[in-house]
């Protein structure tokens, strides 16, 4: 059975399609793989792809043509199996149909993110490609926060494939799904800061961008997209003439804004489980996913990172004779964090156990924690007064606004709230924003 399995071409295997990997038929190279699946805690495929480092991997380019990378090392693979989960791989062109001495990619520090989504949903240049039309004159700011995609391709599976024969057995109850890759500009990533500031100065970046903190508040509002799958992994900085900015990587599960109401385009949850909004661990949410719900994401981000972290890239030692309360977050079930989250938000008198080294984000923390605490206590006053049809509520309130949860989650107040770290102000980078700030602190002086 080992001497045909080895005999079929890698496609057939239901392996990446076009990836050059002699070591799968290398008795060595093998050997070398059954090592490591009896030392490693994750699943069988977790580190199969450290041994395809030096393999070739050819994809779709440009006017027809194919272009062919080298792969190297291995900055990300995520848990799961392979045709399921999402890499990231340091790569060199191997300039096989460059013209000599020509290589337009030479000296750049590129990644191939390889994923494998489904067939319906839009992908990542999709939407980057709409920000950065829309990135030009007063919002140009917006491009040191948005990744760099250098290239991008779809390479369907082929007919008579393992995922084309399970599609055929199972019919609708198959997700149909494409190898999507991108190549990139490499960022860095969140443990590279040195100091609090300098994270801090990153969160508001993302804030502004996503939700207005410099990157997540612009494509909120301009481009109309929701990110819907922040995460520490997915923070990343890039260095820019002695700068450092806020970079929101990865939007493979991004949506367009209009169409959030819209049924998931997968069948599974969207989000990195640890943190993920409290309400999306429920059986019973059923969406939509709002710009709160990617706020709450990254107050997490910032709550792990400053409780379970003495520096950037050093996590906290964990002391034998005491348990961290949000170690556990990184292994649970969505039961469990949809229970140890809405305490979170919901806490009175709430202090994370902030390290040393992150002292100064526990105002932040607290401040943020506040305002979800009060947003949910309003939301439920208000449904329950729909439930009851208390008519004399309704005179003062007449609709909630579940985006902001009744305004104490809008935009205007988090920068209020994250635009200054330990007494200093930090870098509001749109000119929109600037001026809005400036207006604070003169009605602050009046």
């Given at each position: 059975m080992v001497k045909h399995l080895c005999a079929l071409p890698l496609e057939d295997l239901g392996f990446v399609p076009n990836l050059e990997a002699d070591f799968i038929k290398n008795p060595a190279s093998l050997r070398e793989a059954m090592k490591l699946s009896?030392?490693?805690t994750g699943p069988p495929s977790s580190e199969i792809f450290d041994l395809c480092q030096g393999s070739f991997f050819t994809f779709p380019y440009k006017s027809g043509q194919t272009r062919t990378v080298r792969l190297k090392h291995v900055i990300f693979r995520s848990n799961g199996i392979i045709g399921r989960g999402t890499m990231v791989i340091r790569v060199e062109c191997a300039c096989r149909n460059c013209p000599a001495n020509q290589c337009d990619w030479k000296n750049k520090?590129?990644?191939?993110?390889m994923s494998f989504p489904s067939t319906t949903r839009v992908?990542?240049?999709?939407?980057m490609d709409r920000c950065k039309e829309l990135a030009q004159g007063e919002h140009a700011w917006v491009s040191n926060h948005l990744p760099d995609l250098i290239w991008s391709f779809d390479i369907p599976f082929r007919d008579r494939s393992p995922q084309d024969n399970l599609r055929k057995k199972l019919g609708d109850e198959y997700e149909r799904r494409v190898m999507r890759g991108v190549i990139l500009e490499e960022l860095k990533p969140l443990s590279s800061l040195k100091t609090a500031k300098e994270c801090a100065q990153v969160f508001y970046d993302i804030v502004q961008c996503e939700l207005s903190i410099s990157g997540h508040h612009w494509v909120w509002k301009y481009p109309r997209i929701l990110h819907r799958d922040i995460s520490q992994g997915n923070i990343m900085v890039r260095e820019k003439n002695g700068k450092k900015y806020g970079v929101l990587n990865d939007w493979d599960l991004?949506?367009?804004l209009d169409n959030k109401r819209d049924g998931p385009t997968s069948r599974f949850r969207t989000g990195t489980r640890p943190y993920m909004a409290y309400e999306q661990h429920s059986v019973k949410w059923k969406g939509p996913h709002r710009y709160r719900h990617d706020l709450e994401s990254i107050f997490f981000v910032i709550l792990l990172l400053a409780c379970l972290y003495s520096r950037p890239d050093e996590k906290q030692p964990r002391p034998k004779d005491e348990t961290y309360r949000y170690?556990?977050?990184?292994?649970?079930?969505?039961?469990?964090?949809?229970d140890k989250k809405y305490r979170t938000v919901n806490a009175a008198d709430w202090e994370p156990p902030v390290t040393a080294f992150f002292s100064g984000f526990l105002l932040w923390l607290i401040t943020l924690q506040d305002s979800f605490r009060l947003?949910?206590?309003?939301?439920?006053?208000?449904?329950r007064a729909v439930r009851l049809k208390l008519r004399r509520l309704h005179t003062v309130m007449d609709s909630f606004d579940e985006d902001t949860l009744g305004g104490h989650l809008s935009y205007e107040v988090i920068v209020s709230i994250v635009h200054i770290f330990e007494e200093e102000e930090l870098e509001t980078r749109g000119r929109e924003w600037q001026l809005h700030l400036e207006k604070l602190r003169q009605n602050q002086v009046g």
């Open positions: 009896e030392t490693t520090k590129l990644v191939l993110k992908s990542e240049p999709t939407f991004a949506i367009w170690e556990e977050w990184h292994q649970s079930d969505d039961e469990f964090l949809s947003g949910f206590h309003e939301q439920g006053t208000f449904h």
